[in-house]
């Protein structure tokens, strides 16, 4: 990419960014309401998962309403101004796209799954019982 061009998505993100996260604070979904035991089971197994996302990527805003939807405790992890996260990233998933969710199986290997289609499909079949976003 041109250095014009990026200094000029760049500003545009600077921008547009406070803009979108104020959007989606103003019209956040509400939880699922699940029976407390359900509820602890939920979040035993959403232990083993952590999103790296960027905070006002819009893709990565898509997939953290739908984790607020499910009421998941999913770990959120700052691709974008942590580095350590970010090197992780690209160490376990090959690349610095986001949003990506680590899935760690019981052996304590990782699988990356990205894109936000992907990610929203993923929580929906494994914790919730609609197949949309």
């Known amino acids: ?11 545009l993100r600077v921008i547009l960014g406070p803009f979108l996260l104020l959007g989606d604070w103003l019209t956040r979904p509400k939880g699922i309401v699940r ?3 359900e509820q602890r089971a ?3 197994r959403a232990q083993n998962l952590a999103l790296y996302h960027f905070p006002t990527c819009p893709f990565c805003l898509k997939t953290r309403r739908t984790i607020r939807r499910l009421s998941l405790k999913i770990e959120l992890r700052d691709a974008k101004n ?3 996260h970010r090197a992780a990233l690209i160490a376990g998933g090959g690349k ?3 949003p990506c969710l680590q899935v760690t199986d019981a052996q304590g290997q990782p699988t990356w799954l990205y894109d936000s289609n992907t990610v929203i499909a993923y929580l929906n ?6 197949p949309t976003a």
């Open 1 to 11: 990419m041109k250095p014009v061009a990026r200094l000029f998505f760049k500003t």
């Open 125 to 130: 079949r494994e914790f919730g019982d609609s």
């Open 82 to 84: 942590d580095q350590a």
């Open 35 to 37: 029976p407390k035991a």
């Open 96 to 98: 610095p796209q986001v």
């Open 42 to 44: 939920i979040d035993a």
